[in-house]
């Protein structure tokens, strides 16, 4: 990611347009030019009830003329209907085009002048209540698959916010529905854009681990408490990260491998722990705390799945051991619970 700075460097947040600009134009270009063309063919073919104030015979040009200022404007008065014919057809036609031609106009201006303003203005609005929204640092193969598993675990890809200075890589995050701001993850200025205090979570996935180390203690240093994932493909850097401020640190190699050593122990080892990890699978892996009924139970009586270990206290620990006989206020329980179940939580 290259480096920018932060006094000079403007962040704006942005969502895809449901219309090309371009196809838009040209549809709103054909409609105008579509209606003007009926009403010049019938002034032409019924050229006889027109009449001009210099008594001339009506040609093509007169009626191309008269059509043009009879649409844009109510006429000059050079060139008038003088049939009852012609003027019902200006009256209930042409009257109704000239005000859609400019509606027309009006709303080309709005949408290709207008809207840019008002555009940016929503967008400011939006980035100055984000909350409890979910930002992805990095918008890479991790990073994107990433934002697809949420969105498949039903999040609104509104409340996804990614960062990259990839032009091709925002214009895939916008394709997915998520608010994407061009900008440096490592800065101060782009995370506070983004409102990283009031997010839900940070996902970072820069593609380098000393860049994905940075994001993290920049992270942190702006919001102590802000969840933060992030992925590190050197185990050496592993510990960096988590001293960086990191809550969850992920090698996708070493999961990789975790899954192929698995499968040499049994035919279904790794097939279950990609089904607990997948949007698609059976079952999920589910992280709660502990209501007021279940205080003084032991995990293994909970009734929403199946316990697999408690964190107390900065500890963690599994369904065999004694702490686990007895839930106190304050537990986080990780439980296995069918994924219909997941969705309902």
Same mark, same amino acid.
């Given at each position: 990611?290259?480096?920018?700075?932060?006094?000079?460097?403007?962040?704006?947040?942005?969502?895809?347009?449901?219309?090309?600009?371009? /196809?838009?134009?040209?549809?709103?270009?054909?409609? #105008?030019?579509?209606?003007?063309?009926?009403?010049?063919?019938?002034?032409?073919?019924?050229?006889?009830?027109?009449?001009?104030?210099?008594?001339?015979?009506?040609?093509?040009?007169?009626?191309?003329?008269?059509?043009?200022?009879?649409?844009?404007?109510?006429?000059?008065?050079?060139?008038? =209907?003088?049939?009852?014919?012609?003027?019902?057809?200006?009256?209930?036609?042409?009257?109704?085009?000239? /005000?859609?031609?400019?509606?027309?106009?009006?709303?080309?201006?709005?949408?290709?002048?207008?809207?840019?303003?008002?555009?940016?203005?929503?967008?400011?609005?939006?980035?100055?209540?984000?909350?409890?929204?979910?930002?992805?640092?990095?918008?890479?193969?991790?990073?994107?698959?990433?934002?697809?598993?949420?969105?498949?675990?039903?999040?609104?890809?509104?409340?996804?916010?990614?960062?990259?200075?990839? #032009?091709?890589?925002?214009?895939?995050?916008?394709?997915?529905?998520?608010?994407?701001?061009?900008?440096?993850?490592?800065?101060?200025?782009?995370?506070? #854009?983004?409102?990283?205090?009031?997010?839900?979570?940070?996902?970072?996935?820069?593609?380098?681990?000393?860049?994905?180390?940075?994001?993290?203690?920049?992270?942190?240093?702006?919001?102590?408490?802000? =969840?933060?994932?992030?992925?590190?493909?050197?185990?050496?850097?592993?510990?960096?990260?988590?001293?960086?401020?990191?809550?969850?640190?992920?090698?996708?190699?070493?999961?990789?491998?975790?899954? /192929?050593?698995?499968?040499?122990?049994? #035919?279904?080892?790794?097939?279950?722990?990609?089904?607990?990890?997948?949007?698609?699978?059976?079952?999920?892996?589910?992280?709660?705390?502990?209501?007021?009924?279940?205080?003084?139970?032991?995990?293994?009586?909970?009734?929403?799945?199946?316990?697999?270990?408690?964190?107390?206290?900065?500890?963690?620990?599994?369904?065999?051991? =004694?702490?686990?006989?007895?839930?106190?206020?304050?537990?986080?329980?990780?439980?296995?619970? =069918?994924?219909?179940?997941?969705?309902?939580?």
């Amino acid at each position: 990611m290259r480096s920018d700075d932060a006094d000079h460097w403007s962040y704006h947040l942005r969502r895809k347009r449901r219309t090309p600009v371009w /196809l838009s134009l040209v549809w709103r270009i054909s409609l #105008a030019f579509g209606m003007i063309g009926v009403a010049l063919a019938v002034h032409w073919f019924d050229r006889d009830g027109l009449r001009q104030s210099s008594g001339e015979p009506i040609s093509f040009a007169d009626v191309l003329y008269f059509t043009m200022i009879t649409v844009t404007t109510v006429g000059y008065g050079d060139i008038v =209907p003088v049939t009852q014919q012609a003027r019902l057809f200006d009256t209930f036609v042409v009257t109704p085009i000239r /005000l859609f031609v400019w509606l027309i106009f009006l709303g080309t201006a709005y949408d290709f002048l207008l809207r840019r303003v008002w555009e940016r203005w929503r967008m400011k609005v939006i980035q100055r209540h984000l909350e409890g929204h979910v930002v992805v640092a990095g918008y890479g193969t991790s990073g994107s698959e990433a934002v697809n598993e949420l969105i498949r675990r039903g999040a609104d890809p509104n409340t996804i916010v990614v960062i990259d200075e990839s #032009a091709s890589a925002l214009r895939a995050a916008e394709g997915c529905g998520a608010t994407v701001m061009e900008g440096n993850a490592t800065r101060n200025a782009a995370l506070e #854009a983004v409102k990283i205090d009031c997010a839900s979570a940070l996902i970072v996935s820069a593609g380098r681990d000393d860049t994905s180390i940075l994001i993290v203690l920049t992270a942190r240093r702006l919001s102590p408490s802000v =969840p933060i994932s992030v992925v590190i493909r050197s185990e050496d850097n592993e510990a960096i990260a988590h001293q960086a401020g990191a809550d969850t640190v992920i090698n996708p190699a070493s999961f990789a491998g975790l899954l /192929l050593a698995g499968s040499t122990h049994g #035919a279904h080892l790794a097939e279950y722990m990609a089904d607990l990890a997948a949007s698609g699978g059976r079952v999920a892996l589910h992280e709660r705390t502990v209501t007021e009924a279940e205080i003084g139970t032991r995990l293994a009586d909970i009734e929403t799945g199946l316990g697999h270990r408690i964190y107390r206290n900065g500890k963690c620990f599994g369904f065999w051991e =004694p702490e686990a006989a007895r839930l106190i206020e304050g537990d986080t329980i990780i439980e296995v619970i =069918p994924r219909v179940a997941r969705y309902q939580a």
